[in-house]
């Protein structure tokens, strides 16, 4: 085993353990402080924070340990795969899927156009007056 | 005891594990084949392989009558990994979190602004349409990214695979409607467009609006990462504000 280990290869350890140790946190802090955000989350904002913190000690650019930003790459370029197990639960609701399909086509068409015009419209919607009535734009333009 | 147990045991775990590992091996050939068949129609956005592994995946269930929760307890080494891979997205996150100065505060209003459209009018049309509660429930995270909207499902008592296939199909219609949307309205800030993409539709979004310029991707990306946040922190107090009947 000694031959094909190679220097790096403790560092992805750390990174697979910094992640695992940050979700166990989130779960923690989620389950004892009975948070209505998932632990999952939690632990996002947690690492977010310490990933803050070394920015501020070791400046912007030393802040990701490489070995973190390559561990948590690969999982995101193969995130796709990782809902296949919990999506293809939808067997079980197959039933409701296909007595309910049309009525939920046309709602996500709706309120994910909604939700893009509202976003979009209020970043381009630049300049001084934005800040202040902000919401304003909202009401007028999204409903 | 250990007498009577040692020739069942192996057996019987034997067998179970080569069930497992083929299951654990349909779940990433059918991704792979949603791979492939994306690359074949080169990446158009309304081929999603995860939607095809899903589709692949439950039609074999289907045939061969394997039980939907035995097929979970296999993959679950696959399905363990979204824990992770959500932490992970904070190294993005704090990536592209200077993009917004200078502008914070328009930022964070079209933030919120977009993730209380996407939760609001989603449950409002679902609940104009008669879908059931549970449906509703399902419903409202979809804006999230999958692996965040399935944890909020579960959280709120929605179910955590219908929210999957949904939060596919918001982003898969995002990535499709954006562009001609922006013509209507006239949106040409590859800034406004990226973000606008991220905050409804999450990482299919993203990918599409990569497509556009490395602004908009970027822009939907640091979106993508900020909703996940704050529909996480929504969801389950619009369920509670709007919800008063007791969960179940």
């Known amino acids: 085993m000694n031959q094909i280990t190679q220097p790096g290869e403790n560092v992805v350890l750390y990174a697979v353990l910094t992640l695992v140790v940050a979700q166990y946190l989130g779960d923690l802090m989620a389950d004892t402080l009975s948070l209505p955000v998932p632990g999952v989350v939690v632990g996002l904002l947690l690492l977010c924070s310490v990933l803050t913190f070394r920015g501020r000690w070791l400046g912007r650019e030393q802040a990701i340990p490489a070995a973190l930003n390559n561990v948590a790459k690969g999982l995101h370029d193969h995130l796709g795969l990782l809902f296949v197990p919990a999506g293809a639960g939808v067997v079980a609701d197959a039933d409701r899927l296909v007595t309910e399909g049309p009525a939920l086509i046309a709602v996500l068409l709706l309120s994910t156009g909604a939700a893009i015009a509202v976003t979009s419209l209020i970043v381009a919607h630049r300049g001084g007056a934005v800040a202040a009535d902000g919401t304003a734009a909202v009401e007028q333009r999204g409903a | 005891m250990v007498g009577l147990w040692q020739p069942m045991v192996p057996l019987r775990w034997n067998s179970v594990a080569h069930e497992s590992t083929a299951l654990l091996l349909l779940t990433l050939a ?57 932490v992970g997205l904070a190294v993005p996150l704090y990536r592209h979190i200077g993009l917004v100065r200078g502008r914070t505060v328009l930022m964070i209003v079209a933030l919120l602004a977009g993730s209380v459209t996407a939760i609001i009018s989603g449950t409002a049309a679902g609940w104009w349409f008669h879908l059931s509660r549970s449906t509703l429930l399902s419903l409202a995270p979809r804006s999230a990214t999958t692996a965040v909207s399935m944890a909020i499902a579960t959280e709120i008592g929605g179910i955590p695979a219908v929210t999957a296939v949904l939060t596919i199909l918001t982003g898969i219609i995002g990535a499709s409607l954006a562009s001609p949307l922006f013509n209507v309205l006239r949106i040409e800030d590859p800034v406004a467009r990226g973000f606008g993409m991220g905050v409804a539709s999450h990482g299919i979004a993203t990918a599409r609006a990569f497509q556009e310029s490395e602004t908009a991707g970027t822009f939907a990306g640091l979106a993508m990462a900020l909703n996940a946040v704050v529909t996480a922190i929504l969801v389950p107090l619009v369920v509670r504000l709007f919800v008063s009947c007791p969960p179940g």
């Open chain 2, 30 to 86: 059918a991704y792979a084949a949603g791979m492939a068949l994306q690359s074949w129609c080169r990446r158009h956005s309304l081929v999603n392989p995860t939607l095809i592994a899903i589709g692949i995946v439950a039609v074999a269930l289907i045939a061969l009558r394997i039980d939907h929760v035995r097929y979970l307890e296999a993959a679950r080494p696959v399905h363990w990994l979204l824990g992770p891979a959500v």
